[in-house]
């Protein structure tokens, strides 16, 4: 009973930190993107753009935390853009970097909460609505289980796509 009180509340507080805290992106405000990606797991990705600040969030099954379910949320904030022009494209393209906190709620075998701090890189395509990135954080892990808490050191990456509603 204890380690589903301790779930649903790190679960609220994930859902808190990731409503509150700053993030970064290119999304413009109020969009919504779908889409998935791979690299230290296996993870479905939802993103709610805010302008300069973007929320994400995402399922997957974690491969470093020893094939854990994870639920995770960010806060980006994009603070610097590239441009360059081709060609063969007429207008001035963007790669954007970001940064910001990452929250991991971990289920295997008790209850874990990864905190990291993530940089990343995307790119969206100038004609349709698709957005490819790359995230990468580190930080620490806190498992709790039958035998006390265990702390570890947290890595996530993934590289993947979003959709823009």
Not at 10 to 19: E, R
Not at 33 to 53: C, D, P, Q
Not at 123 to 133: A, G, H
């Amino acid at each position: 009973m204890n380690k589903k009180i301790v779930a649903i509340v790190l679960v609220i507080a994930l859902a808190l930190t990731s409503a509150f805290a700053a993030t970064t992106g290119t999304s413009k405000k109020g969009d919504v993107s779908v889409g998935a990606g791979i690299g230290t797991g296996v993870e479905v990705v939802a993103r709610y753009g805010m302008g300069k600040f973007d929320l994400q969030g995402g399922v997957s099954l974690d491969f470093l935390s020893g094939n854990s379910f994870a639920i995770n949320g960010g806060a980006f904030y994009n603070f610097a853009d590239w441009t360059f022009k081709t060609g063969t494209l007429a207008a001035p393209q963007k790669i954007s970097f970001t940064t910001g906190p990452l929250a991991k709620v971990l289920v295997k075998d008790g209850v874990g909460l990864g905190l990291l701090w993530a940089a990343g890189a995307e790119y969206t395509f100038p004609k349709v609505p698709v957005t490819i990135f790359l995230n990468v954080g580190l930080g620490i892990n806190m498992k709790f289980n039958d035998s006390g808490v265990g702390t570890s050191l947290a890595g996530h990456g993934i590289l993947g796509g979003l959709y823009t509603f």
